[in-house]
């Protein structure tokens, strides 16, 4: 369901009201509507030289994305292009270079969103990494290098498709949020994306109606977890069940499962929704999550979505090749999203929260507004069975279980947290909508003071 918006004041629309349009080339410019909302449209012709770029159509993007940060509208971004024209040279580079910074000067001030409906190689391809959101068809494909570059360089065969097409983006490179058939159908899946944001970095979100009860009981949540502690379920059903009428909307979902990052509602309230997957990797982080979390937290934070954080993770993921790759680092990441973001942020530790990843899942610790937690709720540095083989290593078998099971009864339970004030308050999972939908109204007026410096230095 997408809700019924009035037109954003700062830029009076005309429809397919063109912008430089004669200037030639194969992209295409224009103020236009979608889904009722204003913005401002490039778009790709692949009639004319299979979308190759000449200098005019990098100025031509670089003009659409000044009017968009200027105007203060959301930029959409339809792509399909073979990269920079070769027979202009240097001078086609330096067209999309233009546009390239032009596209990040709109970073954190208005939505940029991209739709990948054929190629896009080398510039395209990176213009693309710069949006905010990706929606890719089933006909597009995207890289730096193609097939022919890599089997001269690498001596192995691959495909186009292979290589760069929707579902290598989908699940390897992440680049994809979202998978759609054709044009049409990527149009609408923009406006989807659309209906949950704001047209600038300083409006809020626009509520959506709805007739789910705010303080609506929310049982089958808590019957969701399994007996055992290393059963598994599916946290998009918990998700499913405290949002508004079920219905949430999740990005890269292919890419990193062990991480579900959706937009959704909550009493009418656009929310951002993290949660870990316990059917994937156990719900624990590593590389290819924390980059995913990261990125989402900022995005949601850029254009004032609150973060509802739903918690049940082990801890990072093992692995020599893993910390060879920067687990460091790209955990880092997590950690750094969120202590840096300022709109509201609600977590509720479901099950396991341990270790790094419990400072890193929006810990009371960096920033966060209001921790909540289930009974079932095991936070601690490790579980029960990894700190006695610690603690007591020495110690015999038996003996060794009778004291696991004493860390288990005395620490692995919320109130050891929430004597300390790291939990504020500890919920049945029936409650749980309820309370996230009353945090979220109390934290709607809330303000940061945010330190004026250039920029801070992001663990990239």
Not at 364 to 387: F, S, Y
């Amino acid at each position: 369901m997408t809700p019924q918006l009035a037109v954003t004041p700062q830029l009076a629309v005309t429809p397919q009201l063109a912008l430089r349009a004669r200037t030639p080339g194969s992209i295409g410019t224009r103020v236009d509507e979608l889904g009722g909302r204003p913005v401002v449209i490039v778009e790709s012709d692949t009639t004319v030289k299979r979308g190759a770029l000449l200098p005019s159509d990098g100025a031509s993007m670089a003009a659409a994305a000044r009017t968009a940060r200027e105007a203060r509208v959301p930029l959409v971004m339809l792509l399909a292009s073979s990269g920079a024209d070769v027979g202009e040279g240097i001078a086609a580079l330096a067209g999309w270079g233009a546009a390239a910074r032009e596209v990040v000067a709109c970073s954190g001030i208005v939505p940029v969103l991209a739709v990948a409906m054929g190629p896009a190689v080398s510039g395209p391809a990176l213009l693309l990494g710069l949006a905010d959101q990706i929606v890719m068809t089933d006909d597009a494909y995207a890289f730096l290098s193609g097939p022919a570059m890599v089997r001269e360089f690498t001596g192995v065969p691959i495909s186009t498709t292979a290589l760069g097409g929707p579902g290598a983006h989908a699940r390897s490179s992440g680049l994809a949020s979202l998978l759609v058939p054709d044009r049409d159908a990527a149009v609408e899946a923009i406006v989807d994306l659309l209906a949950f944001l704001p047209a600038h970095c300083d409006e809020l979100p626009p509520r959506w109606p709805t007739a789910d009860p705010a303080d609506r009981p929310t049982p089958e949540a808590g019957e969701l977890l399994p007996t055992t502690a290393t059963g598994s379920y599916d946290v998009r059903d918990v998700i499913a069940s405290i949002v508004d009428d079920g219905e949430a909307l999740e990005l890269r979902g292919a890419w990193a499962p062990n991480l579900v990052t959706a937009l959704a509602c909550i009493d009418g309230r656009p929310i951002g929704v993290v949660a870990n997957q316990p059917q994937a990797l156990a719900g624990t982080l590593d590389i290819p999550a924390s980059q995913k979390g990261a990125r989402f937290v900022a995005f949601c934070d850029s254009f004032n979505l609150p973060l509802v954080t739903l918690i049940d993770t082990s801890g990072f993921y093992p692995g020599k090749d893993l910390e060879w790759r920067g687990m460091i680092r790209h955990g880092a990441q997590m950690a750094f999203a969120y202590a840096r973001a300022t709109v509201p942020r609600v977590a509720v530790v479901m099950r396991k929260s341990y270790g790094g990843a419990y400072i890193v899942m929006d810990s009371k610790h960096t920033g966060n507004d209001l921790m909540l937690a289930w009974p079932t709720a095991e936070i601690a540095v490790m579980g029960a069975r990894q700190a006695s083989a610690v603690l007591h290593r020495n110690e015999t078998p038996e003996r060794q279980l009778e004291l696991e099971r004493d860390y288990d009864e005395r620490l692995l339970n919320p109130y050891v947290a929430a004597e300390r004030g790291s939990i504020d308050a500890i919920i049945e999972p029936a409650e749980t909508r309820r309370e996230l939908s009353a945090a979220l109204s109390v934290l709607e007026s809330k303000r940061e003071h945010i330190v004026g410096r250039r920029h801070d230095n992001s663990p990239l």
